[in-house]
Nanobody
Framework: QVQLVESGGGLVQPGGSLRLSCAAS????????MAWYRQRPGKQREFVAS???????NILDSVKGRFTISRDNAKNSVYLQMNNLRPEDTAVYYC?????????WGQGTQVTVSS
């Protein structure tokens, strides 16, 4: 069992920035992909960004140029730097770590972009 702990969410004004963090507890480190998803109000959960352990990244078109995903394999952590935030970025953000035989999800962290 892998426990993922997220942090960094909060309330921010449009144009502001937040950095989300997600770390796996324990000694598990055999993750081949780390990703961020979000669920906006009234919408289903959607993919935002991912990074493989080797550094290959993928990112949602609507956040390109504003969001950056990164990882620290040694710390079993993944980060999402969110700049120039917009109200439509308001969502619960979830991290996902993939192992060969399972997917683990964080508890979600609320990001609210509002004046």
């Amino acid at each position: 069992q892998v426990q993922l702990v997220e942090s960094g969410g909060g309330l921010v004004q449009p144009g502001g920035s937040l950095r989300l963090s997600c770390a796996a507890s324990g000694s598990a480190n055999n993750f081949y992909l780390m990703a961020w998803y979000r669920q906006r109000p009234g919408k289903q959960r959607e993919f935002v960004a991912s990074v493989t352990k080797s550094g290959i990244t993928n990112i949602l078109d609507s956040v390109k140029g504003r969001f950056t995903i990164s990882r620290d394999n040694a710390k079993n952590s993944v980060y999402l730097q969110m700049n120039n935030l917009r109200p439509e970025d308001t969502a619960v953000y979830y991290c996902q770590f993939l192992q060969s035989d399972r997917a683990s999800w964080g508890q979600g962290t609320q990001v609210t972009v509002s004046s």
